[in-house]
């Protein structure tokens, strides 16, 4: 990648979804030391502050399919703005969650600087369920449908009117939790899905070959990596709020970043889904640290 300089930016948001506590998820990764390492590699990097999320929840769910549905606009809103803001200043925003419903406001701002953005969505969930098609009512499970289009308008006009990202840009790897209309969506929309079948059959060494080589046939100008924690195995982040079973590895991840890294592909990322509360002596927190270590280009010789 080059030295960078980076702009932290945390979004404290637990609204969307039910397990409270991810809101802390910012300050569990700057105190897992994420600023010093990303620096020791030789990057310059600013730490921004939080989003200002208000910790009264309204508690006025006029609608149980989309909870929460104020408090999470608000938010992405805000959060839209600065990344739009770090963009045109040429710098690399890093964003720390907060629930993964937050990537509806980094998208929308990423939308600003870029024509034709790729994504990477390194989660053991799709998050491409609407208000229609959601079990939970939960927004968290709902941020890229909403960037590609898909669902509430207040959530698909964060920022501004529209989709942010085209369907034929977006790689998802390591699901192994998709619902019936996420399911019916990908179909749909051609979406590029890495499920855990790839990964056991073929390897994360050619998944990520893969991955890499179909957003370069895209000829995308930007791609950015929404990494939540959830995506690895409990085993390695028990600090999630919907574990799943049977995930990546922490060796396969170091690798996947490693790889990313090597191809200079990455523009901006995020990295979400830390909940300290439950938690293992800040476990998730490091490893998501030692990751953003490995993605922005941590050698060990």
């Known amino acids: 990648m080059g030295d ?12 969307g979804q039910s397990r409270r506590g991810v809101d802390m998820g910012p300050s569990a990764i700057r105190y897992a030391g994420a600023i010093g390492r990303i620096e020791a590699i030789g990057h310059q990097v ?3 502050g939080n989003i200002h999320v208000s910790a009264v929840e309204h508690k006025n769910h006029k609608d149980a399919k989309l909870k929460n549905l104020e408090e999470v606009v608000q938010a992405t ?8 803001e770090v963009v045109k200043a040429g710098r690399f925003p890093l964003v720390f969650g907060g629930d993964h419903s937050i990537s509806i406001g980094t998208l929308a701002g990423l939308s600003d600087g870029y024509r034709n953005l790729g994504v990477i969505w390194y989660d053991a969930h799709a998050d491409l369920n609407t208000a229609d098609t959601s079990p939970s009512g939960n927004i968290h499970g709902m941020p890229l449908a ?18 942010k990202v085209k369907p034929e840009n977006v790689v998802i790897i390591g699901a192994r939790s998709v619902d019936a209309g996420e399911r ?6 051609g979406i590029k899905v890495y499920t855990m079948h790839e990964i056991d059959r073929d390897g994360m060494t050619a998944v990520m070959e893969s991955a890499i080589a179909y957003l370069q046939a895209r000829e995308v ?6 990494v939540d924690l959830d995506g690895l195995d409990p085993l390695y982040t028990p600090g999630v709020g919907t574990p799943v079973p049977g995930g990546i590895s922490y060796r396969e991840s170091h690798l996947a970043m490693e790889m990313l890294e090597d191809a200079g592909l990455i523009t901006s990322a995020e990295f979400v889904e830390v909940n300290p509360i439950l ?4 476990k998730t ?17």
């Open 4 to 15: 960078l300089n980076i702009a932290v930016i945390g979004v404290p948001l637990d609204f």
């Open 285 to 301: 927190a490091d490893v998501a640290v030692g990751l953003m270590g490995s993605l922005f280009g941590e050698k060990l010789l």
């Open 221 to 226: 100008d930007g791609v950015h990596l929404s």
């Open 77 to 84: 809103e805000m959060l839209a703005r600065k990344v739009s």
């Open 146 to 163: 909403a960037s590609l289009g898909f669902g509430h308008e207040r959530l698909v006009n964060v920022h501004r009117v529209g989709r």
């Open 46 to 48: 600013t730490d921004e």
């Open 184 to 189: 019916e969506l990908i179909k749909q929309q």
């Open 279 to 282: 938690d293992e002596k800040n």
